[in-house]
């Protein structure tokens, strides 16, 4: 089965390599050339856009930026796309927008299941990234080795829809998580503890949390280089509160945690990294989070 891979960058990138490294054929389109090079010379294919990459593929990843990206780049894909075609999409959608693209796909017939990752990009490197999935559970089976070559943990969590919706709960805690470890390395700074013992004791404490054990090391390192942006956490906590209005369930942390990062996009621009969120204190107490010893980047 041949799979076609669209949008190389920070993730996407690293599927496609592990993709290559499990036996997979893949072909790839991005919109920046030096996105593909290093996947070129893995082996991948490189197409000249999306509807010639699947005219000759099986099946279709998508890995975008925003819903209105993975819809052009659809409408790309269903001019050529042969009947029986299954799009995988792995970016992240709100539930509305992927049973929408899904109803679309349909009348081509083309088939849709959602794989929308977690974990970070670091995880996505190694091969070890969760994989979410909703769809058809025949579907799943059919597309399982190629998703157990790029991810760790593969949890089907239902029909088309519920993917994207624990997704954006995953990523809704992440952000929380992340603006509360920084208030909590800077109250230990301002109290006059050393942060590298401060790191390792919230790490052996019940109140550790994944993005303390990985986004908290590029703060303390002051690369912050996390590779995902204040526009893609804007996007995602964007979805959270559609769910919370929608379920009418009251979200006071997220809400609050959403207004910090229109902050954030505010002072330092929308393709700033997500992680400086924490740079807001530091920049409104004249006091940086650093210590030696911790990686650039994961």
Not at 33 to 45: E, F, H, S
Request: hydrophobic share 45%; net charge negative.
């Amino acid at each position: 089965m041949k799979y076609g891979l669209i949008g190389c960058g920070n993730l996407g990138g690293h599927l496609v390599a592990s993709l290559i490294r499990g036996g997979f054929d893949v072909a790839v389109f991005d919109q920046s050339i030096d996105n593909t090079t290093r996947l070129t010379d893995l082996g991948a294919v490189l197409a000249t856009d999306p509807a010639t990459l699947a005219a000759t593929c099986d099946a279709v990843i998508t890995c975008l930026p925003s819903p209105m990206v993975s819809e052009a780049v659809l409408d790309q894909v269903l001019t050529s796309a042969k009947p029986g075609l299954t799009w995988i999409e792995m970016s992240t959608l709100g539930r509305d927008d992927i049973l929408r693209l899904a109803a679309k796909a349909a009348e081509h017939g083309v088939n849709c299941i959602e794989c929308p990752v977690t974990g970070g990009v670091h995880l996505a490197a190694s091969g070890d990234i969760t994989v979410l999935v909703g769809g058809d559970q025949a579907l799943f089976d059919l597309h399982r080795p190629a998703l157990q070559a790029m991810g760790g943990t593969i949890i089907h969590m239902g029909p088309l829809g519920m993917a994207s919706v624990i997704k954006v709960i995953t990523n809704m805690l992440a952000f929380i998580h992340l603006v509360a470890g920084g208030e909590a390395m800077m109250l230990a700074k301002r109290a006059g503890l050393d942060l590298t013992k401060s790191w390792q004791a919230i790490a052996a404490s019940s109140g550790n949390s994944f993005v303390h054990e990985t986004e908290g090391q590029l703060i303390l390192n002051g690369s912050y280089d996390v590779a995902f942006s204040m526009d893609l956490a804007l996007k995602d906590l964007g979805f959270a509160k559609a769910f919370s209005d929608e379920t009418q369930t009251p979200l006071v942390l997220a809400d609050l945690v959403h207004d910090i990062f229109h902050q954030g996009k505010a002072a330092y621009g929308g393709a700033a990294q997500s992680t400086q969120i924490v740079k807001l204190l530091e920049d409104a107490l004249g006091t940086d989070l650093r210590a030696p010893g911790f990686p650039a980047r994961l």
